[in-house]
């Protein structure tokens, strides 16, 4: 029974064919002709080392991975220049670009979502806090964000709750406490203050009603009796 190693004796078509592959799975098919010797050298002209190929291609990954990483981040810090500037569409460009480089990348989403809420686009604001959040769910500055983003949607009570998720994470940060569940909570009290006059302005016209039926009803009667007295 005939067996293999990791080497094999191949034929020049074959070799020819793995050449092609190799370059294609790891972009040298982009260089130029002198790449070629260097990849019919690792080939062992006409062998290859399949263990060793493997090792390559998967250091070829790797190597594209760094290279989207690296863009990212210029992409990113792109964006964050142009939403200092208050150029913030642009900015979200930017970021749009990093993303598809780095789609796992909470702090992208979290500055996305601040910009838009800049632009006043709160419902997309909400909806990339969220993300962020669910990026990286023990990072208290994506809590902190999406708590502000559902006030401006007029979400008050999931915000109080999001800030206070935010505080549990990073209890020390005063900002949290004095500024974000603070401005929350004393929405939430205005709220209530004014369905607390509404509610007794309408109970005032409720009464109000009552009582003018009440008049028709009585004056009602007494033209009733007045008639059956003639």
Not at 153 to 174: M, V, Y
Request: glycine share 4%; net charge negative; charged share 35%.
């Amino acid at each position: 029974m005939t067996s293999f190693g990791w080497k094999r004796k191949i034929g020049a078509s074959v070799q020819k064919t793995a050449v092609s592959k190799f370059k294609t799975s790891t972009g040298v098919a982009d260089s130029n002709d002198g790449d070629d010797d260097e990849v019919n050298e690792f080939l062992g002209m006409g062998e290859i080392d399949w263990l060793e190929l493997s090792r390559v291609k998967k250091k070829s990954k790797v190597l594209q991975l760094e290279d989207n990483l690296a863009k990212s981040t210029r992409l990113k810090q792109e964006g964050t220049t142009l939403a200092e500037a208050e150029r913030y569409w642009e900015a979200i460009k930017r970021w749009d670009e990093a993303i598809d480089l780095t789609p796992d990348d909470a702090t992208i989403f979290e500055m996305k979502a601040q910009a838009l809420m800049e632009l006043c686009e709160v419902f997309p604001a909400v909806q990339t806090a969220e993300k962020a959040v669910s990026l990286d769910p023990r990072w208290w500055i994506a809590h902190q964000t999406l708590g502000r983003a559902l006030l401006g949607l007029g979400e008050i009570q999931l915000a109080i709750r999001t800030f206070s998720k935010a505080i549990h994470l990073n209890p020390t940060e005063e900002e949290l406490w004095l500024e974000d569940l603070k401005w929350a909570m004393d929405l939430k009290k205005q709220n209530e203050e004014k369905q607390i006059e509404i509610d007794s302005i309408n109970s005032d016209s409720e009464k109000e009603n009552i009582a003018e039926k009440e008049n028709d009803s009585v004056h009602l009667t007494k033209q009733t009796t007045s008639i059956r007295a003639r």
